[in-house]
């Protein structure tokens, strides 16, 4: 083999070399590259999910909030109705109130408002005396004071015999000693005492020893015949309606 062979030989193997290091080359390109595209398609789908989840998060956020803010916008307007109806319920038992004040005669300039003078001086009484035998049987004590208003003291003592012997007739024992007490109770309210202590009429019963008391006021029954029948007025008043 001369030189001339031997060049060519060499020059034919560095071609093969040259050849196979290019389709090397090449083969390590084409897997660079798709190894680069799908890595960057999972970041782009990683990054997708990831936005995805911030959205859903951010979403829940903003719903859970509107939800809140809807339960508190409806409770305050439960509140509303509540009060709404608890103001129209006093003004009703305002008003029986002041008709209490027409039982008993009371008639004193009342919150900016002048109650009518109808009373039946006679009616009244016999409500006292009927309050008293009421008191006298609940009681059931041969001795009690009572106490009246100070405006109401004659009435009573108009009444009290008669009342006596009525209770003693029911209850079929001897007529009770009734000391009618020196120490009143409070007088109807006025336009001076409007916030005060006041009583609309009735009678105030205890054992001598005070630990039996019978509350018989005008005020005292109002406020238990309002108590007993609240659930009716507001079935009266509004039906099925709900807060």
Do not use: W
């Not at 439960?78 to 003004?91: F, P």
């Not at 008003?95 to 003078?117: I, M, N, Q, T």
């Not at 205890?206 to 005008?218: F, Y």
Request: aromatic share 4%; net charge negative; proline share 2%.
């Amino acid at each position: 083999m001369n030189e001339t062979d031997v060049q060519k030989q060499i020059q034919q193997m560095v071609r093969f070399i040259r050849q196979e290091a290019e389709e090397k080359a090449n083969e390590i390109a084409v897997s660079a590259e798709e190894e680069f595209n799908i890595e960057k398609l999972q970041l782009v789908e990683a990054e997708k999910k990831k936005i995805k989840q911030e959205y859903e998060r951010k979403d829940k956020q903003v719903q859970t909030r509107r939800k809140i803010e809807y339960s508190m916008q409806l409770n305050a307007s439960r509140i509303k109705v509540l009060q709404a109806q608890d103001d129209l319920v006093n003004e009703m038992k305002e008003a029986a109130a002041k008709e209490l004040l027409r039982v008993s005669g009371h008639h004193h300039h009342f919150v900016g408002e002048l109650v009518d003078k109808i009373f039946d001086h006679n009616h009244y009484k016999n409500l006292l005396k009927e309050l008293i035998v009421q008191s006298l049987l609940r009681l059931k004590e041969p001795s009690v004071l009572l106490r009246c208003r100070e405006e109401d003291v004659d009435l009573v003592e108009d009444v009290l015999h008669s009342a006596k012997k009525i209770y003693a007739e029911k209850a079929d024992v001897h007529e009770p000693e009734v000391i009618v007490d020196s120490v009143h109770l409070p007088s109807g309210p006025s336009h001076h005492n409007s916030h005060g202590r006041f009583c609309s009429g009735g009678v105030v019963l205890a054992s001598r020893d005070g630990k039996i008391v019978c509350e018989n006021t005008l005020d005292a029954r109002l406020e238990v015949a309002f108590r007993q029948k609240l659930p009716q007025i507001r079935k009266q008043l509004f039906g099925g309606i709900a807060a």
